[in-house]
């Protein structure tokens, strides 16, 4: 049984996601063991809670030091033991010591076709913008495993989304959540769950 931290800060619908998937049989071999936010408003924690999920906030700002907060965020996060980590909308940076305790056994969702919109300042409703600013006619998701880049890791699955006529970035986000994040996301965590994913050369190669 493959055991998850998900790490969300906001309105956590891929957590949602992810706990349907669970629930339905499409992700087999899995159990969220703990949600854990930097925000403690924020929805995904209802959501843990709802469905009886250990859930905590931890935040950098109340620490008196980046340093200070990393040190505690990797030990709450050892403390539960898991066996991967899912980055679910959290923007927070996570810490290069976490990143190397955990080298391929953190993913990532980003709501587009890496490399494009991709790196630093493509977060949120930003990534739409720019992909509707190109005026590109396919964005859609990715999920890539966690490496010291930003949206740079090796990528495990991607799905194409049509750009449509009258799109506004809100629209767009929409249908990328609904289309692409929503199915790659629980759909990469069953195959790491049935140890079909090997990395191998730096690329995810699923079997
Ligand atoms: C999603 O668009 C995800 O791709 C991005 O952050 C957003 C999180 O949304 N990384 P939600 O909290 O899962 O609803």
Redesign the pocket.
């Known amino acids: 049984m493959l055991k998850i931290a998900v790490l ?10 992810v706990i349907d998937a669970i629930a339905d049989g499409t992700i087999a071999n899995a159990k969220i063991e703990a949600v854990i936010s930097n925000n403690k408003n ?3 924690l209802k959501r843990a809670e709802n469905h009886g999920i250990k859930n905590i906030c931890i935040s950098p700002k109340d620490f008196e030091s980046r340093e200070a907060f990393n040190r505690e965020f990797l030990l709450k996060l050892n403390s539960y033991q898991v066996d991967l980590v899912v ?5 927070v940076v996570i810490p290069p010591e976490m990143i190397a305790a955990y080298k391929n056994r953190i993913i ?4 587009s076709l890496i490399p494009s919109f991709c790196g630093t300042g493509f ?2 409703l930003k ?1 739409h913008e720019g992909a509707l600013a190109r005026g590109v006619k396919l964005t859609g ?1 990715t999920v890539h495993f966690v490496d010291e880049g930003t949206d740079t890791g090796p990528i495990l699955l991607q799905k194409a989304v049509a750009v449509k006529e009258g799109d506004t970035p809100e629209i767009l ?1 929409r249908r ?2 609904e289309e692409a ?1 929503w199915k790659i996301l629980p759909e990469a965590i069953h195959l790491i769950a049935n140890g079909r994913i090997a990395v191998e050369d730096g690329k995810a190669v699923v079997r």
């Not at 969300?8 to 996601?17: F, P, W």
């Not at 980055?87 to 923007?91: E, H, I, P, R, T």
């Open positions: 969300v800060s906001g309105g956590g619908t891929n957590l949602q996601a924020a929805y995904a980055l679910a909308g959290f923007l990532n969702i980003h709501p977060y949120g990534v998701a986000q990328v959540m994040e």
